[in-house]
Nanobody, 126 residues
Framework: QVQLVESGGGSVQSGGSLKLSCVAS????????MGWFRQAPGKEREGVAI???????KYADSVKGRFIISQDNAKNTLYLQMNSLKPEDTAMYYC????????????????????WGKGTLVTISS
């Protein structure tokens, strides 16, 4: 069972940047797709970005052009570089993983993911 630990959240002003990290307890290289999801107060958790075992990526429309998902396989670490942050990006951000093909993961649907971290809080002030 993969354990995931997020870090890097914090409070920044609108227009600022943050970089989130997620460390996995074992190598996910070429076996897992890894994604970032977020949940704002009073809202359902939604997909933000996902990267497949082959390096394919997909982003939610709301973050395209502003967020970049990447991974360092040598460090078992997933990243989310968040730029041009907006107040509506305020949420708890979760890292998730699933051992599956891209055809499954590309839906960016939280219900297909098997393993979850506890989250890191991102707060954007206007």
């Amino acid at each position: 069972q993969v354990q995931l630990v997020e870090s890097g959240g914090g409070s920044v002003q609108s227009g600022g940047s943050l970089k989130l990290s997620c460390v996995a307890s074992e190598s996910t290289y070429r076996r897992y797709c890894m994604g970032w999801f977020r949940q704002a107060p009073g809202k359902e958790r939604e997909g933000v970005a996902i990267i497949g075992s082959d390096g394919s990526t997909k982003y939610a429309d709301s973050v395209k052009g502003r967020f970049i998902i990447s991974q360092d396989n040598a460090k078992n670490t997933l990243y989310l570089q968040m730029n041009s942050l907006k107040p509506e990006d305020t949420a708890m951000y979760y890292c998730a993983a699933r051992a599956a093909r891209w055809s499954v993961c590309q839906s960016l649907n939280q219900y297909v993911m098997d393993y979850w971290g506890k989250g890191t809080l991102v707060t954007i002030s206007s």
